[in-house]
């Protein structure tokens, strides 16, 4: 059983265009996470949710709109594509501020996005 | 000044070598560190946490220098399964926000 997963995998689209990447962890955790992980392999976190509730957003820009229908659930949906856009983008979650080994977080497999 | 810095690498050993990678922190309140493991295209997964005290899980040691603002990994005897990103990871304050360092790459040759 996948902890958590991200739809789709790859995903290569016209600048413009508008996306969605799912998210879903079945671990019981009460926080997720969006990060991006450009060419030069920097990992840089995005959004955090907590109970369906916005408690990070690093400014990205409002292109970029997360969406959190339960807590087990976390989209992002990404309008009007550009080219700096391309990177992968991981999907994470952890037990969240109340739970043990709180700060232990576990990540998706990723979405390789490619805008041209 | 970058939040976290490591040494991109890579660093290039042969099997049962000892390696060590360091890493600094800039902001003096971080409060919790961590190294994490990414395989290449694949996702980040914590490989240990690492207390004051510093801890050893089997052949990997992690220590901590408050004072001096750096944390450092030790691996013994490596494998060439170890070839990898090692991310050095830290936790600023009471949020659940982790700073990534950019890693660096290990490659274990036979």
């Known amino acids: 059983d996948t902890a958590v997963s991200q739809t789709p995998k790859y995903l290569v689209t016209q600048m413009g265009n508008d996306k969605s990447i799912k998210c879903e962890q079945n671990?019981?955790?009460?926080?997720m996470y969006w990060y991006k992980q450009d060419s030069k392999k920097f990992l840089k976190i995005m959004f955090s949710?907590?109970?369906?509730?916005?408690?990070i957003n690093e400014t990205v820009p409002n292109r970029f709109s997360p969406k959190s229908p339960d807590k087990a659930h976390l989209n992002l949906h990404i309008n009007s594509l550009e080219l700096g856009d391309s990177a992968v983008y991981f999907c994470?979650?952890?037990?969240?501020?109340?739970?043990?080994?709180?700060?232990?977080?576990?990540f998706g497999p990723g979405t390789r996005l490619l805008v041209l | 000044r970058k939040e976290v810095e490591q040494d991109p690498g890579p660093f290039n050993v042969p099997e049962g070598a000892t390696v060590a990678f360091n890493c600094t922190y800039s902001?003096?309140?971080?409060?919790?560190f961590f190294w994490y493991r990414q395989d290449c295209r694949k996702e980040p997964k914590l490989l240990m946490s690492?207390?004051?005290s510093g801890n050893e899980d089997g052949r990997f040691t992690a220590q901590l220098n408050r004072a001096s603002q750096y944390i450092s990994l030790l691996i013994r005897d490596s494998k060439l399964s170890d070839s990898a990103t090692y991310l050095c990871?830290?936790?600023?304050?009471?949020?659940?926000?982790?700073?990534f360092g950019t890693g660096t790459r290990l490659q274990v040759f036979p």
């Open positions: 671990l019981g955790h009460d926080t």
């Open positions: 994470a979650s952890s037990q969240g501020p109340l739970g043990p080994n709180w700060e232990t977080q576990y």
């Open positions: 949710y907590n109970n369906k509730e916005l408690i």
């Open positions: 690492v207390y004051s």
């Open positions: 902001n003096s309140a971080s409060q919790s």
């Open positions: 990871v830290v936790n600023i304050g009471d949020t659940d926000k982790l700073i």
